[in-house]
């Protein structure tokens, strides 16, 4: 009977632990979870194909697409060739306005706006995960020392953060 007694104190000790083990286990997880941890694995990497350009000032497909990448991977997010989802872009309209020109006839102050359109593309399914538009405008004049040239990289920054912020949010 004395043995009996102490089977069932051992019992109920190992049931009791079992408990405190479940128990901590879930605080963990409930914890982790509440700082924002997630335990599913969605892998939210992407490959980039280099923009399509319907204007004919070429060579700024490259630019934008380079800026785009710098602006994800600022973000955390991962570019990688072999990634489930394909960003896909497309330079549609370039305006320059000129508002100002020298005796040589160089701009000397003006705008650039740029309009693109891009998507997500799921590459097993092939299903379009997103379809948006952006578009930007920046001014220049060289008394402010602002030239074409830093309007053009601010015009492909803020399209690039534009895009990369909106793939965080998917």
Known sequence: MLRQKKSEVRSQK???LFVFAVFCF?????????????FVQSDRSFSVDIFDNETERRGHEFALTQRLIQAMKER???????APYKIRGK???INQDVLAVSRKDEVIAGSLEFF???EVIEKRTGKQILKNSTNYKSAFSQDRNKGEASAL???FQRI???IAIELTEL
Request: charged share 10%; net charge negative.
């Open 76 to 82: 955390g997010i991962t570019v990688s060739n072999n």
């Open 116 to 118: 693109v359109d891009y």
């Open 26 to 38: 879930l605080f963990s997880v409930f914890c982790l979870l509440g700082c924002g941890y997630s």
């Open 14 to 16: 190992s049931v009791g």
């Open 160 to 162: 690039g953060d534009t």
């Open 153 to 155: 990289s601010e015009v």
């Open 91 to 93: 330079i549609l309209k």
